[in-house]
Nanobody
Framework: QVQLVESGGGLVQPGGSLRLSCVVSGVSLDHYAIGWFRQAPGKEREGLACINDVDGTVRYAQSVKGRFTTSRGLAAKMVYLQMNNLKPEDTAVYYC????????????????????WGQGTQVTVSS
C-alpha cells in the first residue's frame, strides 16, 4: 500500500523559510519520482518541483525556481522541500505525490502524472 505523509507546514512571515517533509511508504524512492504541488483556495493545483533518482532529474516551476529546493533525505523514505524567501502568494496547501509506474527517466510537474497523494500540509505566509 502506497502512503505519503507531509509535515512541516505552518505560519511564517514573508521572507522566511520552511522545510516540508514527505515520508513515502510502499514504493522505493530509488525507482519512483516524487512531485511537490500546492493548491490555494479557488485555484488549480500547481506543480512546483519533482525529483527522480532513476536518472537524477530535478525540475522546478518557474514560480519557485531559485527559492525552493527538493532533495532526498538520508533516510530512505524521506523527501524534502526547502522553501526560502517565502511570499504571501505562496500560501496554500502543499502536497507530495508519487506515481503508479516507476523506473523511467525524468519527472513531470503535471498532477495527472501522479497517482498517489498525501493529505497535504498548510503553509501560510503572512505578517
Amino acid at each position: 500500500q502506497v502512503q505519503l505523509v507531509e509535515s512541516g507546514g505552518g505560519l511564517v512571515q514573508p521572507g522566511g523559510s520552511l522545510r516540508l517533509s514527505c515520508v513515502v511508504s510502499g514504493v522505493s524512492l530509488d525507482h519512483y519520482a516524487i512531485g511537490w504541488f500546492r493548491q490555494a483556495p479557488g485555484k488549480e493545483r500547481e506543480g512546483l518541483a519533482c525529483i527522480n533518482d532513476v536518472d537524477g532529474t530535478v525540475r522546478y516551476a518557474q514560480s519557485v525556481k531559485g527559492r525552493f529546493t527538493t532533495s532526498r533525505g538520508l533516510a530512505a523514505k524521506m523527501v524534502y522541500l526547502q522553501m526560502n524567501n517565502l511570499k504571501p502568494e505562496d500560501t496554500a496547501v502543499y502536497y507530495c505525490a508519487t506515481e503508479r509506474s516507476g523506473s523511467h527517466y525524468g519527472c513531470y510537474l503535471q498532477s495527472t502524472d501522479y497517482d498517489y497523494w498525501g493529505q497535504g500540509t498548510q503553509v501560510t505566509v503572512s505578517s
